[in-house]
T-cell receptor, first 113, second 114 residues
């Protein structure tokens, strides 16, 4: 069955520190992978996506993610976190024929001053 | 419009009542999706429209849930005989194609069944 696992429910980092949010997926075909961010009272915003090609993808707000097929992972990284990055982050895998997304449970990021 | 619009933003209803949730997609977007997000969870797929037809309704939890998109634009999610377990945020998204293209999400309708 298709699924996405985000092992960390809650992460706290200090402002200026580096960040890595983990995502593992289970998908039978070539995965199309996404990271979304959800701030309180806001809709889901796409940070970045991986369809094919270079396994290191760059997104908005200084985020990047690396696709590792051998580990079935698509971890999100940022070298220096800002207080405004505090939000809920969702990893998702997409079905190529419909665009339907399967989301992970989400990781809540808290940023300490 | 500029983005996906969902109305109402909040809806409180009594158990057993009927509710309708509306989604206005981005103009010209042919694909429309409904998701449900329960507290502390990621969004769960409900239904996908390509144009006027429901191309995939495998995520609808039971026959109390129904959605329509009669003119290929606005969609309405209908829930009959609401239950407390239906309380969640209902998200709508639209995209320009039916395959893997970027989906744009609305801010959701928070449904509370009391």
């Amino acid at each position: 069955a298709q699924s996405v696992t985000q092992p960390d429910i809650h992460i706290t980092v200090s402002e200026g520190a580096s960040l890595e949010l983990r995502c593992n997926y289970s998908y039978g075909a070539t995965p199309y992978l996404f990271w979304y961010v959800q701030s309180p009272g806001q809709g889901l915003q796409l940070l970045l996506k991986y369809f094919s090609g270079d396994t290191l993808v760059q997104g908005i707000k200084g985020f990047e993610a690396e696709f590792k097929r051998s580990q079935s992972s698509f971890n999100l990284r940022k070298p220096s976190v800002h207080w405004s990055d505090a939000a809920e982050y969702f990893c998702a895998v997409g079905a190529s024929n419909t665009g339907k997304l399967i989301f992970g449970q989400g990781t809540t990021l808290q940023v300490k001053p | 419009g500029a983005g996906v619009s969902q109305t109402p933003s909040n809806k409180v209803t009594e158990k057993g009542k009927y509710v309708e949730l509306r989604c206005d997609p981005i103009s010209g977007h042919t694909a429309l999706y409904w998701y449900r997000q329960s507290l502390g969870q990621g969004p769960e797929f409900l239904i996908y429209f390509q144009g006027t037809g429901a191309a995939d309704d495998s995520g609808l939890p039971n026959d109390r849930f129904f959605a329509v998109r009669p003119e290929g634009s606005v969609s309405t999610l209908k829930i009959q005989r609401t239950e407390r377990g239906d309380s969640a945020v209902y998200l709508c998204a639209s995209s320009s194609g039916g395959g893997i293209t970027e989906a744009f999400f609305g801010q959701g309708t928070r449904l509370t069944v009391v």
